[in-house]
């Protein structure tokens, strides 16, 4: 079927790639590594209406229905990485190397391709889009394992407000602290992104 997309979008990001050499390796999308508690899930948080989040969960919120989200990501580091979207056939709108300032592409709205991962080129650049017709809370990451444990993630809670009715909440709550139980009786530290 074809799809058009849009070139406006009501929130948009902007994502410088960055990986860090400290201690451990770590990725940055827009300065933000992203860490999430094991425990203490985006989803859990919804649902107890918890929604004040850490700015390690890398989390930003798209409020109304039917309307666009860009995503662009920009990478000056010579490696590509296939970038995942959860709870969306994305539209591509553009990809290239060098900067997406030098590039200025014309955005492909007229039914781009529609994936569920596509890359971010080498010393390149991406834009992505979906539109807010899916209420949830959905990981965008690399879906280079490593790269996901290594902070390489942002996330997007669509339509917060409407999420905890989909949820039955009990069976997330005592998910969560039967987890919870295991890794303490177990002595599981946890040592990567979370994810
Ligand atoms: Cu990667």
Redesign the pocket.
Known sequence: MSLDASSSATVSLDDEVEIGFTSVVK?YLGDVSMVVNWTDPTSLLVINNDTSYQSSYAVTTVPTAGEWTQLTLESTFP?P??IHLHGHDFFTLASGTGTYADAAPTLNTANPPRRDVDMLPASGYLVIAFKADNPGVWLCH?H?GW?TGEG?ALQFVERETEIAALYNATTVEDTCSTWSTYQTESGITQDDSGI
């Open positions: 990725w490696q990485h296939p690399c280079i790269h390489f």
